[in-house]
């Protein structure tokens, strides 16, 4: 049975040959085997330059520990989840909007970031301090191609909970809550000095037969909130003007990549995201792949320039993670093996995967 040991060298190690002994425990049984620890000259510095970021599905955590969604209990797993998150470099946090509370009397709209600023401040003190990466404001309002609608939200009125339904970005219905909640979400930013550090999602991968709708979720966005940047991952660079962080899949950098270097120049930043098609000649982080090839993936940002990494899946579990690691997707296929996840449910926190440990390592 392998086990793989993660060892933390201090900063102020010497270099040179150390050697131990690790024992392994099971029952009344022991067995030790020696072991040799290498320890070079470099330092790993310990700020992190390198923008990276996994999406988190914070429901899968409660439901897999068996607790209610945002008690004390689930909030000190998700803790134990940003302590991981930062010891495997990332410091970017998906965070969604629905934790902002929407209240309404007489048509006019007022917010409460209670649970908001608690889900930023839990993660930024855990060490996941570089972006605050706003979720996504608006989705397909149909197939593939299908322009975008703003996602439908929980609104409290007189005291009763409702659903404001999904209305498409153009329609007047939009504008008007986004003229409302967008320069309200702004203030606040300013308030808590998190402006500059706040990105902002629009619509997941755009693609030229709907950049037009998108194009106007991005419009209302500038205009209402100008301060925050707009991120998103990208399969068309046909939204230029739109954004100024660009997350294109990675084959979709290589077959554009003197427009993104041109994006670059004029002052956009370029991250890049790997998904299920990114396969090939292309590194990607799945489980039948060698893992060098999952380490390399951030020699990529190093060669290109490229300021950050997105991925989608830190824990989109299915019933049983452990065993069903293709499950069947949308479209009808099923999706790469660990596209879905890179750690798996623990009782006291995220079980890291190989290929955590690896990204790490690149």
């Not at 009397?105 to 993660?123: E, H, I, P, Q, T």
């Not at 997941?204 to 209402?224: F, G, H, M, Q, T």
Request: hydrophobic share 40%; aromatic share 12%.
């Amino acid at each position: 049975q392998p086990i793989w040991l993660t060892v933390f060298i201090p900063a102020s190690a010497s270099p040179g040959t150390y050697r131990g002994i690790v024992a392994v425990r099971t029952g009344n049984a022991q067995e030790t085997t020696g072991i040799e620890l290498a320890v070079h000259k470099a330092t790993v510095p310990a700020g992190k330059s390198l923008y990276l970021t996994n999406w988190m599905n914070p429901g899968n955590i409660a439901k897999f520990a068996k607790v209610e969604p945002w008690t004390d209990e689930h909030w000190k797993l998700l803790a134990s989840h940003a302590a991981s998150m930062a010891l495997h470099r990332q410091n970017v946090i998906l965070t969604p909007l629905r934790l902002i509370e929407i209240h309404r009397r007489g048509g006019k709209m007022s917010f409460d970031f209670a649970k908001f600023d608690r889900w930023v401040r839990l993660f930024r003190e855990s060490g996941v301090d570089g972006l605050i990466e706003g979720g996504h404001m608006a989705g397909r309002s149909g197939d593939w191609k299908s322009g975008f609608n703003l996602g439908s939200m929980e609104i409290i009125e007189d005291g009763a909970k409702t659903t404001l339904p999904a209305v498409a970005v153009e329609s007047k219905e939009c504008e008007a809550f986004l003229s409302q909640f967008l320069p309200a979400l702004q203030q606040h930013l300013e308030e808590q000095g998190w402006v500059d550090s706040y990105v902002q999602h629009l619509a997941d991968e755009p693609i030229d037969a709907n950049a037009e709708s998108y194009r106007r979720l991005a419009d209302l966005v500038k205009r209402y909130a100008p301060r925050l940047r707009r991120i998103d991952a990208t399969m068309t660079p046909n939204v230029q003007g739109c954004l100024e962080i660009w997350v294109p899949v990675l084959d979709q950098f290589d077959g554009n990549m003197a427009f993104y270097q041109q994006r670059m120049k004029a002052g956009d930043e370029v991250w890049f995201y790997t998904c299920l098609g990114t396969v090939g000649r292309y590194p990607n982080r799945f489980i039948d792949f060698s893992l060098l090839k999952v380490r390399l993936l951030h020699w990529l940002n190093f060669k290109y320039g490229l300021a950050g990494y997105l991925h989608w899946g830190y824990n989109h579990w299915t019933e049983d993670p452990f065993n069903d690691t293709q499950p069947m997707w949308s479209h009808g296929a099923p999706l790469p093996a660990g596209d879905m996840c890179i750690v798996y449910p623990g009782t006291r926190g995220p079980i890291e995967s190989l290929r955590y440990e690896a990204m790490r390592d690149g």
